[in-house]
């Protein structure tokens, strides 16, 4: 059964997603929803033939799909994806899939509505490193988590049209675009904290970097987040996990990523599943650095394929990730903690 996939935005992420599509087995990418002319340009390095369309909803009454795939501006997203429900398609939709609880919960409603399958691009749950650090979490083998530090920083990013990464009600910032990844993660990881309690430092009336603490029992939990480092920085990933006999880290900048020092033994590279799967385009090659995007796409079109619908980065749980983030900015806003 052939897969067939209409991308909902084809900037930076949306062909990030259309490199993925492409090395996934009887998917086809059959439409592309974007106003602007580039997208038609970039389309073509990919090779693939598609309808254009400037609506989801144009697009629909000229061509047959069955994922609406959505990469749009963050204030975008609630409206495609109510559009793309209640035309009965099933729906990934790149994170945060809202800006605000309501736009969230009018969202989810109109999934619950129609039935279909819903997914939120919170890859990092589906990415080989965290991947590894939550199965040895759970196979208790090196005891008790006691701490637990993730960073996600970045040069300011360039690429957004119209520059909407920058306009604050459009994004939040990157305490809503970049920052959350690591929020969800620990929410995935260890569920909701009591509270949180957040600094940060605005540019142009949104956080560009934020510092959390987690409030859990017995675990201290940190996070920070920015995009606030000159053009020329680059990006980095990074975690510690601190057990009772063990250390895992991981560093996006170095190789390999992932090392793991137990009891009184040496620090060593930690195994973890990688990918070998090439992808095609302007940057066709190994597209093993794509993990976490591979993984959480092939896990949805499989669900689909079998009439599973996700159980990991659904709708729920990206509303309480929304939710946390949302009293993250709140806290370093009134400068106090945050009951949640």
């Keep these: 059964m052939k897969i067939r996939v209409a991308i909902v935005g084809f900037g930076f992420m949306g062909q990030m997603h259309a490199k993925v599509y492409q090395a996934l087995e ?8 974007d106003p602007f002319p580039a997208a038609v340009e970039a389309a073509a390095q990919y090779g693939f033939h598609a309808t254009f369309s400037s609506s989801i909803e144009s ?5 047959a799909v069955d994922i609406i795939d959505i990469c749009l501006p963050t204030d975008l997203h609630a409206n495609a994806i109510v559009t793309a429900a209640q035309a009965g398609k099933h729906i990934f939709c790149e994170k945060p899939f809202a800006l605000t609880i309501a736009e969230a919960e ?3 409603a ?12 919170q890859c990092i749950r589906f990415w080989p ?10 196979s208790g083998q090196g005891g008790r988590l006691t701490s637990l530090w993730l960073q996600r920083r970045a040069s300011k990013p360039g690429y957004s049209q119209e520059n909407w990464l920058h306009t604050p009600h459009r994004s939040k910032g990157a305490a ?40 859990y029992d017995q675990i201290a939990v940190t996070a920070q987040g920015g995009w606030d480092y000159p053009a020329k920085w680059g990006f980095q990933m990074a975690f510690q996990a601190v057990f009772e006999h063990a250390v895992i880290e991981m560093d996006s900048l170095t190789s390999p990523s992932l090392h793991i020092t137990q009891n009184d033994q040496e620090r060593v590279a930690m195994p973890f599943a990688k990918l070998n799967i090439k992808s095609h385009g302007p940057t066709s090659g190994n597209i093993s650095d794509l993990g976490g995007y591979y993984n959480e796409l092939a896990s949805f079109v499989e669900g689909i394929r079998k009439g599973i619908k996700p159980s990991i980065a659904t709708g729920p749980q990206a509303l309480e990730s929304l939710r946390t983030v949302l009293a993250e900015i709140q806290s370093a806003d009134e400068n106090r903690s945050i009951i949640l």
């Design 26 to 33: 009887n998917v086809e990418i059959v439409g592309i929803v």
């Design 59 to 63: 697009l629909l009454n000229q061509t």
């Design 106 to 108: 009018r969202s989810l």
């Design 110 to 121: 109109a999934v619950e509505t129609a039935g279909v399958h819903f997914q939120v691009g």
């Design 129 to 138: 490193e965290y991947q590894a650090l939550e199965a040895y979490l759970k």
């Design 176 to 215: 809503l675009d970049l920052h959350i990844h690591d929020t969800d993660f620990i929410l995935h990881l260890l569920g909701k904290p009591h509270a949180v309690h957040s600094i940060g430092h605005k540019v142009d009336g949104a956080y560009a970097h934020l510092f959390t603490q987690y409030h």
